[in-house]
């Protein structure tokens, strides 16, 4: 009866950094085979452990800005001093396709994704406690105090934007973090503004249907007593 809409869902996630976002997306896109992570594009030096094309497109600031003026991002921010940015071409490609798209960005990122895509699906990931997070910015160790304080106080600043989003999930427990994302998503997937055509049979032949199926039943019920 119910035909629902082809095209992908577009998914963004957001959190301040230290919330757990990567880990739960990495978890989710290993049990969803139709869900197809958007790498972004950032203007910070690669990390230790980190990958090309994997991680993000890494690129200069100049690289960077060429892009912009070449429109290629369907957005792109600032933050901490380093652009950060989304290509388009491949998530409409996957859309197009039926295929859910994750993005995994900035706070400032999603505003604008939600100006050009309002029905899109966002989700933020918000860690348990302002002290754990700065727990786990510490623990990287991949940054001196300076630039842990400047990330946790704009961590904190992000965590007031929770309200622009449609969900939020407390990252405390990782799986049952992982598991209400997973079931956020399965949920959207049954909105009413994402069905595309709703056929319903006509009312008068369903029931002249169903009274004639009656009155062959019982017919064959007589046949059957006079029988015995």
């Not at 896109?29 to 197809?36: E, H």
């Not at 290629?72 to 600032?78: G, R, S, V």
């Amino acid at each position: 009866m119910i035909k629902q809409k082809k095209q992908g869902q577009l998914i963004v996630i957001s959190g301040p950094s230290g919330a757990g976002k990567d880990t739960i997306v990495e978890n989710v896109l290993k049990k969803n085979k139709n869900i197809w992570l958007s790498i972004s594009a950032t203007s910070r030096p690669i990390r230790s452990g980190e990958k090309e094309g994997v991680n993000y497109y890494y690129l200069s600031k100049e690289e960077f800005e060429e892009k912009i003026n070449d429109n290629y991002f369907l957005e792109y921010a600032m933050y901490a001093d380093n652009y950060y940015g989304t290509p388009k071409d491949k998530i409409i490609e996957h859309l197009d396709k039926g295929i859910d798209v994750i993005l995994v960005i900035e706070i400032e990122g999603a505003k604008k994704i939600k100006e050009l895509v309002p029905e899109a699906l966002f989700i933020f990931i918000m860690p348990p406690s302002e002290k754990e997070l700065l727990k786990r910015l510490s623990g990287r160790k991949t940054e001196d105090k300076e630039k842990i304080i400047k990330r946790f106080n704009i961590a904190y600043q992000e965590m007031n934007e929770v309200t622009k989003y449609n969900y939020v999930v407390v990252n405390d427990e990782l799986k049952e973090a992982i598991s209400k994302v997973e079931s956020i998503i399965k949920a959207e997937k049954c909105r009413v503004d994402r069905i595309e055509e709703m056929l319903v049979a006509n009312k008068e032949e369903l029931i002249h249907e169903f009274l004639m199926e009656v009155e062959f039943d019982n017919s064959l019920i007589s046949e059957k007593i006079k029988e015995d």
